[in-house]
């Protein structure tokens, strides 16, 4: 059997997990990516039990625990007074309910880790990707300085504006959601009196603040999300301030404001999404990541759905050889519904975080109190259907049964 050739556009976290996943199956893979250099942009990113399933399955785990933070609850609290409304423990159950911890890590520390694996003749650095058009056989991507590529099978990691996925499906733009987010990375040296050791969530009214420690406690990253009504750029590169992120949140709780006194740096950035889609793949292409899936960051699930999306659709390529579509059918059939519910509900997420009045406030807290007397993993954020899906489970339709299916 032909070993397959696969081209990844994109070298972010999804194209990196898709390409480390594939190596370690033994296909051949070649990667594109704009920048000059791997270097992942942004700030801190926390690493869900369900992506970190796939880390450990392959081989990472290890070096995530030596770059991250562990927190001890994730935490939910008043804008104003710091009232807890929902504690939801983590740093001593995580393993047992879910196999895997959960971890806060630098995204340029995750980006290396999973980068870190790929040889030097995998990445062509400093490359545009224009399109892709599919042969009788396999597909060839075309790029800005006039080069194309050949392969078995492209797949577009490549982001919420993919050339790839314009290619395969018309050019759509992505919708802004109305909300705008600053973020910044404090440098702490160690954990202060002023930012638990936890995932905090500071609900307030059109807005919200997640705050969490990262590189081992050293730095407190901020995640800072504000309801506007004007557009803002979706660039993770737009410089703010210091003075515009207070203004946007004046009358917080003092702690965030001994918080964001101490920023240096900060950015901002408009919040895009788009509907689920039915399809991603067509003929020898098919998507990733925010290509196929783009969604808000409140259950901080992009990066993660990036990684099981990398993991599974290894897997299935794996299973069925030269089948190429056996696989994609199975890859979408795992993978779709799973990111539709995810995007759908942090949409809903961005609701409820945001409630404007103080009654609804009230009202949305004291479920969460209640709701945490029976069980605090079924209270607060709710997310424990998405941290106790794994990855690592998902079995590929057998091969006769997929052909029958495709034809």
Request: charged letters at 20%; hydrophobic letters at 45%.
């Amino acid at each position: 059997m032909a070993r397959l050739r696969i081209g990844i556009i994109g070298g972010g976290i999804g194209g990196v997990a898709l390409a480390t996943s594939l190596l370690q199956r033994g296909f051949e893979v070649r990667l594109f990516e704009r920048a000059k250099e791997f270097g992942e942009v942004g700030a801190g990113i926390q690493m869900t039990p369900n992506a970190v399933k796939v880390m450990k399955a392959l081989g990472l785990l290890d070096r995530m625990l030596e770059a991250g933070f562990l927190p001890h609850a994730l935490v939910g609290r008043n804008w104003r007074s710091a009232r807890e409304n929902f504690r939801t423990p983590l740093i001593d159950v995580c393993q047992k309910l879910y196999d895997a911890p959960f971890i806060h890590i630098h995204r340029a520390d995750l980006h290396h880790i999973l980068a870190s694996g790929i040889p030097d003749n995998v990445p062509r650095f400093g490359v545009t990707c224009t399109g892709v058009h599919q042969q009788k056989v396999g597909a060839v991507a075309t790029f800005a300085d006039g080069s194309t590529f050949e392969a078995d099978l492209i797949v577009g990691a490549d982001g919420v504006r993919s050339a790839i996925r314009s290619a395969l499906f018309g050019a759509e733009e992505p919708r802004f959601t109305g909300h705008m987010c600053y973020r910044a990375v404090v440098p702490v040296g160690t954990l202060v009196d002023y930012v638990s050791p936890d995932t905090s969530f500071w609900l307030g009214p059109n807005g919200h603040i997640v705050t969490y420690y990262v590189r081992g406690g050293a730095a407190v990253n901020i995640v800072a999300v504000a309801e506007t009504a004007d557009w803002v750029e979706e660039s993770w590169n737009v410089a703010s301030s210091r003075e515009e992120m207070l203004g946007a949140f004046r009358g917080w709780h003092r702690n965030i404001d001994a918080l964001f006194q101490r920023v240096d740096e900060v950015y901002k950035w408009g919040l895009f999404d788009r509907d689920p889609m039915t399809r991603w793949s067509q003929g020898r292409v098919t998507l990733l990541g925010d290509a196929a899936h783009p969604m808000l960051p409140f259950l901080s699930q992009g990066a993660a759905m990036a990684i099981e999306d990398a993991y599974v659709l290894a897997a299935s390529l794996a299973a069925h050889g030269n089948d190429i579509a056996a696989a994609l059918n199975d890859y979408e059939r795992e993978r779709l519904p799973r990111t539709s519910r995810v995007q759908l509900e942090a949409r809903e997420r961005g609701r409820t975080y945001h409630l404007p009045s103080a009654f609804a406030q009230a009202r949305r807290d004291f479920m969460y109190w209640l709701r945490g007397l029976f069980n605090p993993h079924a209270s607060g954020i709710r997310a424990n259907w998405v941290y106790e899906y794994d990855a690592r489970k998902f079995r590929p339709t057998p091969p006769d049964a997929a052909r029958r299916l495709v034809a």
